[in-house]
């Protein structure tokens, strides 16, 4: 339902960023720099920095501290009850699973949905190397699961229904440029994808604690990704980055329109001038998106909606400086 594209003759619109020159995903990444140098001060262990282990100073107890904190030695020597403080790793290990099936080829806005993708993927990776910390990505397109993942060896990643393809986590911004390079020159392939799949490549092989960052518009079945996500919030902490449109929340009225599911390739005419039918798309795109909001909040998962229509990066700044504030507080979530 959700997944439907009108197949009307749309505005014309800039070219997917793959099919940009060099110069435009330069001047993304200038934006990016720009934007969050401006509005968040301050290095970041990552886009969710934790407490971090590393033994800091101590100081005096205070009610709500962590008792499982208490620095007994100083609390002996001075007779007051005193804390050890931690101090958060500084080289932190962030991986992206990046969606890039055929439903995120698509957007009646401002973007559309890959554009949006590989922004988000570009202020991530300039929020985690400013830092000095390394960064990888899996990148998965449509097409099935069928095709074995095949590992980045340099230059543009191998494209072809149901490639998964792995990019080694690298510190350095140069590093860190080709990641982005990468995901803004993967084709995507028509055919369903499995998010699940994709999720699952960041369990296996294990690695060591750190970020991990699923972009997508989750449109694939909860039961498919819900299950990986939980399994990766064992160790890592993870944000989900949910895509959307405003064309899959609700219908506009304007007669027969006719829309293709792109990745089946199904085609149908919907009569847009019934309001009956206008209301059940809403009520079932609320329900889908609760859906999600649920599957990730069940998974432990910060969660961040970015819409082909607003300022994604306005939002992605707003809910950074959150994360760091709740963070400030004591909170986790």
Same mark, same amino acid.
């Given at each position: 339902?959700? +997944? ?40 970041y262990a990552g886009l969710l920095p934790g407490p971090g ?153 294990? +690695? ?26 064992? +160790? ?73 229509? %607003? ?6 700044? %707003?809910?950074?400086?959150?994360q760091r504030h709740a963070r400030t +507080?004591?909170?986790?979530?």
């Open positions: 339902m959700a +997944r439907a594209t009108p197949v009307t003759s749309p505005t014309p619109r800039p070219a997917p960023l793959a099919d940009r020159s060099e110069a435009v995903l330069s001047r993304l990444q200038l934006l990016v720099t720009r934007k969050l140098d401006g509005l968040l001060q301050g290095d282990s590393e033994a800091g100073e101590s100081r005096e107890y205070r009610p709500g501290d962590d008792v499982r904190r208490m620095d007994w030695p100083v609390t002996a020597r001075t007779t007051t009850p005193h804390v050890r403080r931690t101090v958060a790793d500084r080289e932190l290990e962030t991986w992206l699973a990046v969606d890039l099936s055929a439903s995120l080829d698509f957007g009646t806005g401002q973007w559309l949905k890959r554009e949006v993708v590989v922004a988000a993927t570009a202020a991530i990776t300039h929020l985690t190397v400013r830092g000095g910390n390394r960064i990888g990505a899996v990148i998965g397109t449509g097409g099935g699961a069928s095709a074995p993942a095949r590992r980045w060896r340099g230059g543009p990643p191998p494209v072809g229904p149901g490639v998964l393809t792995r990019l080694p986590a690298r510190s350095g911004r140069k590093e860190a440029q080709g990641l982005l390079r990468a995901v803004a020159g993967t084709t995507i392939q028509p055919g369903r994808g499995d998010l699940g799949a994709l999720i699952e490549m960041l369990n296996r092989p294990p +690695r060591r604690r750190g970020v991990a960052v699923v972009i997508s518009d989750f449109l694939a079945p909860a039961e498919q990704w819900a299950r990986p996500m939980r399994k990766l919030r064992v +160790r890592h902490d993870v944000l989900a980055i949910e895509v959307i449109d405003p064309r899959e929340l609700e219908l506009p009225d304007v007669g027969v329109l006719p829309v293709v599911d792109p990745e089946s390739g199904e085609l149908h005419e919907v009569q847009t001038a019934d309001p009956r039918l206008r209301q059940r798309y809403a009520e079932a795109a609320a329900a889908q998106r609760a859906t999600i909001a649920a599957a990730l909040r069940g998974a432990g998962a910060a969660h961040l909606r970015l819409r082909t229509d %607003r300022d994604w990066l306005l939002d992605m700044v %707003r809910f950074v400086a959150a +507080r004591g909170t986790t979530r």
